[in-house]
């Protein structure tokens, strides 16, 4: 097994070896080229972020600039939107489901390193995968950790740091993040906080 074989493994790994280096280099050159695309290249922006991502569903938008290490270890579903500098470490694989929302500032790591500093220092390294649901909403500047999984149906407020799992149907917040409640069907008339709606909601 190469060291591209345990990375994409979960097992410890080096990142200098094995051709990872020029996958790095090829998907830096890409970022680079989407990150200065002209705000009405709206085609070109479709092509390149299709060429990054190891898979894209429909409508999905990601706002520049975005950076991540290797593009092809991510997937998104349908109607995703990153905002301003999401940052994907995709050592590890990234799932994401469909209509999920990130807000700005918003970083999965999935790359990590041991704590013993002699282990560190040896060059290992490793990843491994984040897991997000369908109907996910990640509030700005939120970073999530290695290995965790976010289920469906869940907001998970701002300035977050996720290093557990969260379960499906839930409020999540603080550092580390924690649920503080379900969501319920009383939700459904509220926009913000206890502010109703003053029109017709059609949920598709």
Same mark, same amino acid.
């Given at each position: 097994m190469n060291h591209k074989e345990r990375m994409l493994a979960?097992?410890?790994?080096?990142?200098?070896?094995?051709?990872?280096?020029?996958?790095?280099?090829k998907n830096k050159k890409k970022i680079y080229e989407y990150n200065r695309c002209h705000p009405d290249e709206s085609e070109k922006i479709e092509r390149?972020?299709?060429?990054?991502?190891?898979?894209?569903g429909v409508g999905v938008h990601i706002k520049a600039p975005f950076y991540c290490d290797y593009g092809k270890n991510i997937e998104v579903g349908d109607y995703f939107y990153a905002n301003y500098?999401?940052?994907?470490?995709? +050592?590890? !694989?990234? /799932?994401?489901? $469909?209509?999920v929302k990130f807000g700005p500032n918003v970083s999965l790591y999935t790359a990590g390193h041991p704590i013993h500093p002699d282990s560190r220092n040896s060059g290992y390294e490793y990843g491994i995968g984040i897991t997000i649901g369908d109907n996910v909403w990640i509030g700005g500047s939120v970073?999530?950790?290695?290995?965790?999984?976010?289920?469906?149906?869940?907001?998970?407020?701002?300035?977050?740091? +996720?290093? !557990?799992? /969260?379960?499906? $149907?839930?409020?999540?917040?603080?550092?580390?993040?924690?649920?503080?409640?379900?969501?319920?069907?009383?939700?459904?008339?509220?926009?913000?906080?206890?502010?109703?709606?003053?029109v017709d909601v059609i949920c598709k």
């Open positions: 979960g097992l410890p790994y080096k990142a200098w070896l094995d051709g990872l280096p020029e996958e790095r280099m390149l972020i299709r060429d990054i991502l190891g898979r894209a500098n999401c940052v994907i470490l995709d +050592v590890g !694989k990234v /799932i994401i489901g $469909n209509n970073v999530v950790n290695p290995g965790v999984r976010i289920g469906n149906n869940v907001v998970v407020g701002s300035g977050s740091v +996720v290093t !557990k799992d /969260i379960p499906d $149907n839930v409020v999540a917040v603080g550092n580390p993040c924690k649920v503080i409640r379900e969501i319920t069907e009383e939700d459904r008339k509220y926009y913000y906080k206890n502010h109703e709606f003053d």
